[in-house]
């Protein structure tokens, strides 16, 4: 299994600082560190800090995706995109800008060759991708990627229907790998993670409160370190 950490800098989905992911990897003395994010905002600052320390840094980043964009109907969804080496982190720049800048804010995918993704490794992840929207969203995500030799990633996070993506992606024939996605450090700072995203995420309405942050669907404590320690020992 392995540990995906995501950070503060992807605004609303994690409370964990670039220290406190250093800090972790320290403790447990981990060769590198497998990053995902959804902005560009922090792998200056990532960078910096884990060649100070001699750890490797892995950086992707959740990117929007759509086939053609020509379909109005067509419903986007994510890829998680590594960059290999230093020219994949430029090929990662480049795509996230393509993606944040036209009038779809997704990447479309049509306009794109395998040769563009050469310096990239391509995973599906487990939440918000095609599959989760096809399967909950009646199918309006139609996207080509057999030719990028994706992997699609598989979680357990006590979600009542991680049983349902994952018996479709073992329908599918894929190659797969076992993720956490880590974005807390123990199971108690939950209740914090549930009240920064419901805050970074209020747009109106009834106010989020502890008891009722409104996440309808964000219910398990299982996106932490502490769980993956759990999971692994």
């Not at 600052?45 to 100070?52: A, H, I, K, R």
């Not at 969804?77 to 990662?92: P, R």
């Not at 992997?151 to 073992?170: A, G, L, M, R, T």
């Not at 669907?217 to 370190?225: K, L, Y």
Request: net charge negative; aromatic share 12%; charged share 25%.
């Amino acid at each position: 299994m392995i540990p995906l950490f995501k950070s503060q800098f992807s605004i609303g989905n994690s409370i964990l600082t670039a220290e406190k992911i250093l800090d972790i990897a320290k403790l447990n003395s981990l060769e590198h560190v497998a990053l995902v994010e959804d902005s560009f905002y922090g792998f200056r600052v990532f960078n910096n800090l884990f060649q100070e320390e001699g750890i490797n840094l892995v950086f992707g980043l959740r990117i929007s995706v759509v086939n053609s964009g020509i379909d109005e109907n067509e419903r986007s969804s994510k890829l998680v995109l590594f960059a290999k080496d230093n020219e994949g982190i430029q090929d990662l720049k480049r795509l996230y800008s393509s993606a944040s800048l036209n009038d779809c804010k997704s990447l479309i995918l049509s306009e794109y060759s395998k040769d563009d993704f050469k310096n990239l490794k391509v995973c599906v992840p487990f939440y918000d991708s095609y599959v989760f929207n096809n399967l909950f969203y009646f199918g309006l995500s139609h996207i080509d990627i057999k030719h990028l030799d994706p992997v699609y990633f598989i979680e357990d996070n006590n979600h009542p229907f991680d049983s349902q993506i994952k018996s479709v992606i073992d329908g599918l024939g894929v190659k797969t790998e076992t993720v956490k996605t880590i974005l807390h450090h123990n199971k108690d700072e939950f209740s914090a993670l549930q009240m920064y995203k419901a805050t970074c995420n209020r747009s109106g309405g009834r106010p989020p409160t502890f008891q009722n942050p409104n996440l309808n669907h964000f219910c398990s404590d299982e996106f932490c370190w502490e769980s993956y320690k759990d999971a692994t020992t």
